[in-house]
């Protein structure tokens, strides 16, 4: 498997993969075992995946990711694309839901 990006080896651990492991099983019922919400076509499975993928990195704001107050400046939660560089916001998912890329 190929890296992306310049990731700080010593900042790499197994609990940011177990956590993004749980996220993904506790928000997706897909990814539950012993569930009648699995998917028998990958296709089908690509399709139910894909807009939680997309609220889950544009909509929800992250605790982990949040901007700490300053003395002017209250503190600010933000989204992993917000982090990225991707956005300057958080999207609605009425946003999400229009946006054309």
């Known amino acids: ?3 992306i990006g310049n990731p700080d080896g010593s900042t790499i651990s197994t609990s940011h993969a177990e956590r993004a492991n749980l996220s993904v099983r506790l928000f997706n019922r897909r990814f539950t075992r012993l569930t009648l ?18 609220h889950f990195n544009f909509c929800r ?26 956005s300057n916001h ?5 946003e999400l839901l229009n946006a054309e890329n």
């Open 1 to 3: 498997m190929g890296r």
């Open 37 to 54: 919400g699995y998917s028998k076509k990958l296709d089908n499975h690509c399709h139910a995946v894909a807009p939680f993928i997309a």
């Open 61 to 86: 704001t992250h605790s982990a990711l949040k901007v700490k107050a300053r003395e002017t400046t209250p503190a600010q939660e933000r989204s992993p694309a917000q982090t990225a560089g991707l």
């Open 90 to 94: 958080a999207w609605t998912v009425a």
